[in-house]
């Protein structure tokens, strides 16, 4: 089926990691130019940016920084002339089990600051160029943490409830204040393998276990959440769908399904 995504102008956050890589790559084979952004995995983000074809740009921003995002968009600007789509998929998920009793400030603080805040700013970033546009889709990266809880991992949890609730269904009302036919969305992905979770789901038997709450067995793939972000950024897909959030998870349940 015909996206329409063909010569769109896409950002994908965090595009050195496994879910923000697959995004970019499935965009690239839309016949989208993108801007592939990291911070930290240079040599990852130099790689998928091979894969995205000739017309991709690469780029390097510290999403917490307010300085690093406006210039993350200026040089967006300047190689594409603007942007049509926006996904913010940058974030991190701390691996330590801490209890909330026992949580320091610190990690609460970073945490929100990797996640929360580096979302705000990339979204008014990219509705900044909307606001001259007149058009533009944006996607958001959440987790079923922020719609289940995660015991240990509160500030993460809270986070990425904060992204895809208040954040997202205020976005989705008023970017079209902006752009008449603008949509906000949000996808919020289970286990996925990935960089930032492969250490931890080398545990012997953590699959087994994570997976006892999902209808199919079986821990995601970067492109299973990669092609339902495709699909919600294009306007030929999603074109009356706003402020909605796809869970790409097997059918995760806030229980046990499987013994």
Not at 50 to 63: P, T, W
Not at 83 to 92: E, N, T, Y
Not at 145 to 162: I, N, V
Request: hydrophobic fraction near 45%; glycine fraction near 12%; charge should be negative.
């Amino acid at each position: 089926m015909e996206t329409g995504l063909s010569g769109k102008r896409v950002l994908v956050t965090g595009a050195s990691g496994g879910i923000g890589a697959a995004c970019a790559l499935a965009f690239a084979a839309e016949g989208a130019r993108v801007v592939v952004h990291y911070h930290r995995g240079l040599e990852r983000a130099e790689a998928v940016a091979a894969g995205c074809g000739e017309g991709a740009v690469l780029a390097s921003a510290d999403l917490t920084r307010e300085e690093d995002v406006d210039r993350l968009f200026e040089e967006a600007r300047s190689a594409f002339g603007g942007l049509d789509v926006c996904v913010a998929v940058a974030g991190v998920w701390p691996e330590e089990d801490v209890p909330l009793w026992r949580l320091p400030l610190e990690r609460w603080q970073e945490t929100l600051a990797a996640n929360l805040t580096a979302t705000f700013l990339t979204a008014r970033g990219f509705l900044q160029e909307v606001e001259g546009s007149g058009h533009g889709n944006l996607v958001l990266v959440g987790s079923t943490a922020g719609l289940f809880g995660e015991a240990g991992h509160a500030d993460y949890a809270s986070s990425k409830s904060a992204i895809v609730r208040g954040l997202l269904l205020s976005l989705k009302n008023e970017i079209v204040r902006i752009a008449p036919r603008g949509r906000v969305n949000a996808v919020c992905p289970g286990w996925t393998v990935s960089p930032m979770t492969r250490s931890t789901l080398d545990e012997p038997g953590l699959a087994e276990r994570v997976t006892r709450t999902m209808a199919l067995r079986k821990v995601a793939e970067p492109e299973d959440v990669a092609r339902q972000v495709v699909v919600l950024a294009s306007d030929e897909l999603s074109g009356h769908v706003t402020g909605q959030v796809v869970t790409v998870a097997g059918g995760m349940e806030g229980r046990v399904l499987h013994d």
